[in-house]
């Protein structure tokens, strides 16, 4: 068996040519960096600057010349990362050069015309600080987000090593167990093996799968701060939806008339409110009496974007209420509400996270008594009650997505809740009691276990003789 591990590890090895690309942004810039990873560094090294025995990690000012032509490319700093003390645990450069076109390609050509040097594939210097152990699957996925992560609570989310930890920690401690059933099994007869073993492994199952059921309940906090919150602003025409829409995102997104039925198609804007992500949409006014097909289809779409919205942004026009209390004394600016809702079709609601928002405050004279922090004034003309409303929506972003924060590292990824979900049904299977039978609870481990595993992106075998050997002694 490791005669055959000798010989994939070989072959890996052979195919694996050194990469280079440039790991700062594309297009003019003051300093370009480019990265160089492989066997071969050392060489490109050597080709492109004369250095021979660089000291490692320290920056050395040199001239860059072709390989071949000898013609000086720029003077720059050079640095030396041997493996496998690298990012990607390989021996590794950087070259920090001038950042016009012109000199970034000389340099990207130079390193090409080498031997076994290709340009980078996406995501290949990760890819080999992956296959080298410098990173797991979850800080790989980190590291993604990371460089994606565009407003600040984001930023704090991708707290990749807290999610790792967390979930190495269950792995480690499901390892043992599965080592402690199967050693049960294997010196059950012997009687070499303490009964109390057994029940140990029970109760850390129990409390491992609490912990783990509690992680997957957390209202999809992790996914609604990566994706985005699902915002949909809705109400009967002409209330002044899309005015609203453009006052929060501070452009013109969509067009605003006098007439009913001006929005048809569904609009979306992408919004930071307080540090949470926000994806804005703008619909067509709900109403049934109109035979507009366009408009129709418009209502249709706008219910679509209701049915999966996480946040509702309901507005209503504060004229329009003020002169319906006027006529049905003594009924309440609530029951209004509940008549409006009702017309409008949105009977769910009530389910939904919800802010209201009574707009054209600046057409009554006094103001409503709402008496409800869900409900805010607002006029879009004069701007009155924008900072109450952002405020407002932030309290619900802050409901709905929590405040990651380390010690509470939040699911940011379909694909942990998946594996997750896996793993707690494995071992909720290894727990039914009914059967004694120690086999089948060591088989429903181990699918536990390789669940895990999917998810930090591990094998496990190595590991599992690791504990056995340690643990036990076996052969003393
Ligand atoms: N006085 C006043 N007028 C407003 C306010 N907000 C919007 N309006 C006006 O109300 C009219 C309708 O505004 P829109 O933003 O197009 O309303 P809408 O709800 O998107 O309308 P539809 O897309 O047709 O359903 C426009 O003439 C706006 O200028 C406000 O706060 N005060
Ligand atoms: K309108
Ligand atoms: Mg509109």
Redesign the pocket.
Known sequence: MFKNLNKTFKFFLRKQSTIYALSSGQGKCGVAVIRVSGASTELALKCLTGLTNPKPRTAILRSIKHPSSHEVLDKGLVLWFPGPHSFTGEDSCEFHVHGGIAVVSSVLNALGSLPDCRLAEPGEFTRRAFHNAKLDLTEVEGLADLLQAETEIQRKQVIWSALSKLYNRWRGSLIKSVAHVEAHIDFEETETIDEGVLDLVVQEIQIMRDEIRKHLNDGRKGELLRTGVKTVIL?A????????MNLLCKRPA?I????????RDILEVTLNIGGYPLVLT?T??LRSETNDIIEKEGIIRAKNSYDCADLVIL?LDSLKVYSWLHNHPPSSTSDYLKCYIEKLGLYDLINKECVIVF?????VQDLLDLQNSEIVH????SEDGVSNLVNTIGNKLRKLCGEPSAEHPSMNQVRHRQHLSNCLKCLDSSLDRSSSDTVLMAEHLRKALRHLGYLVGATTTEQLLDVIFKDFCIGK
């Open positions: 109400g025409p002409n209330v002044g939806k899309s005015s609203l969509a605003v008339t006098p007439i009913e039925g001006t929005t703008d067509a006014g507005v707009n054209k405050s600046d057409l607002l006029s879009c003309k």
